[in-house]
């Protein structure tokens, strides 16, 4: 498995970029920059790119509504060039608090924006004069929707690559069918390698049976918060309110539409425990949300505990198929935190 790693959303960049050479060295394969609303990724990852020399960089994700496609095939296309082809694409839907409520813009057709935007991309990167009428986009504009002055056209620059992998971020059934079908590596959330069969499996069969063999094999990422040792549970705490935000305020209440956060912890088993999350979480009692968030999902979504415990659990991960580790090393300093990467790395192996 690699080894990958999300940066924060806020705080101490210029810092966490410095020692990303420490974690480089400790075995780091790929780093990951979000983007929700916080400073835009793009910057950060140039940044990066800069700063280092074998490490992979990726966006995690970038959503799908706050660029037009043609832009995000750019943006691609530049942060490969600036790493020398070391950047993978990573997009997503996000929700409908964020895109309607910071970018303004309908949260709408996800899966048939997914599918346009990849189709689109790889249009862009192997230079292709982008004439491009989907459902959801249509390039150029047709005359009757504009000027009528829009031109097919087709990227100046010769990118490094014709083929910038992506990741699709998807955890409802279609996208990650879709997920499966057309990107080359596939990020869910909340990961339970235990339950992964049984949730996705029958979605991942689907895409994969109409994936093209050129593709290869299926990247599948899987998050977990890291620590081990004997005296390291109060750590399982600190994962708890990111938890009960997906679960409680990122999806829609349940009277309002599909909430797949909501529905992936009722699908693992934790339905009453993610109702009261939920009620909770939007009448604005967030701490007594983090509360009902089980202890055991979170012990069995992390890799938290004992060296033996974090064995067993690499091992779980990569039997359910996972084949990049994107961790979160907690620990109370630097170096401890690259020991952290060091030993992973070394069960990963």
Known sequence: MRIGMALNYAGGFAETVEELADYERAGLDIVFVPEAYSFDAVSQLGYIAAKTTRLQIASGILQLYSRTPALTAMTAAGLDYVSGGRFTLGIGASGPQVIEGWHGVPYDAPLGRSREIIEICRKVWARERLDYQGRYYQIPLPADRGTGLGKALKLINHPVRDHIPIVLAAIGPKNVALAAELAEGWEPIFYLPEKAGEVWGESLAAGQAKRDPALGPLDVVAQAALAIGDDVGGYIDFGKPMVALYIGGMGAPRDKGPNFYFNLATRYGYGSEAEKIQDAYLSGRKDEAASYVPQELIERISLIGSEGFVRDRVAALRES?????????????????????????????
């Not at 084949?323 to 992973?344: F, S, W, Y």
């Open 321 to 349: 198929g996972v084949t990049t580790l994107n961790v979160a090393p907690l620990a109370a300093t630097h170096a401890e935190r690259v020991a952290l990467i060091e030993k992973i790395r070394d069960m990963a192996a």
